[in-house]
């Protein structure tokens, strides 16, 4: 049985007086390829002066380019949509049959597709300590990228972190403490590591308290702006993995941005004139039957 649900997003940037803003990239759009059907989206820009220009990304994300002709005191951002989840199985997927045991190589030519996702971009002691306890002997690929996830939410705390920017593998694995994005990043690279080319999500999560309201569930239905990561398999293609629950990306898992680098997929970016600024943010669920 699916729940019909709709999710509403609104962000404001406040300034201290009317600036100058230049152009803003906002990817807050579904992905092309979604975990569950979006039947109905809307994105609406609450300041007066704007132009909107939508257009897709080198990896087919979905991109709102603004451009604000005038000075302004406020940015108002707001989505809305509607989404239908039903329960999946996220191993439902077939691999090619040299694919089917790690490790494995990438055929010639699907590697020459995948080298922006295969690039090692952080090499540290401490990320170099965590792999060579990966064992390397062959198992199945399936079980080799549910083991890597599930240390990684055993090993890192999750932590509600505020500031900008991700964390650097290094930092992550000293502190053994992450946001999602941060987490998210290091199995990416850890991924990579491991001759797996990987991609880094970020979207949102509905979660959805479950029949019978079990003591280990969600207590109200929820969603938040998250962030997670994919690996390629061949014959299956992009396979979601959640390093801060352990589990595979599932249905209530909206990505936004697929990216190879982390900063082509903020939500919000853009550049304004020095000033104060101060944001608010809302991101709530509700069922629609």
Known sequence: ??????????????????????????????????????????????????????????????????????????????????????????????????????????????????????????SGPLLQEWIATISRQETAITDFIVSLNQHLQQEITYSLRLEPGIQSCEETLSKKMGSCRDTGWLLVQVLRHCGLAARFVSGYLIQLVPEGNPPDGPKVDSAALHAWAEVYLPGAGWVGLDPTSGLLAAEGHIPLACTADPERAAPVTGSTEACETHLDYSLTVSRLN
Request: charged share 20%.
């Open 1 to 122: 049985m699916s729940i019909k649900v709709a999710l509403n997003h609104l962000t404001t940037y406040r300034f201290e007086r009317p600036v100058f803003l230049g152009p803003h990239i906002v990817r807050l759009r579904p992905a092309p390829r979604c975990y569950m059907p979006v039947k109905n989206y809307s994105f609406k820009v609450h300041t007066p002066e704007h132009s909107l220009y939508w257009q897709q990304d080198p990896y087919g994300n979905f991109l709102a380019r603004l451009i604000f002709p005038q000075a302004t005191t406020e940015i108002k951002l707001e989505v809305d949509l509607i989404a239908e989840i039903q329960s999946i199985n996220p191993f439902n997927f077939l691999v090619e049959p040299d694919a089917e045991t790690y490790p494995f190589t990438y055929d010639r030519q699907l590697a020459k597709e995948l080298i922006p996702f295969l690039e090692i971009a952080e």
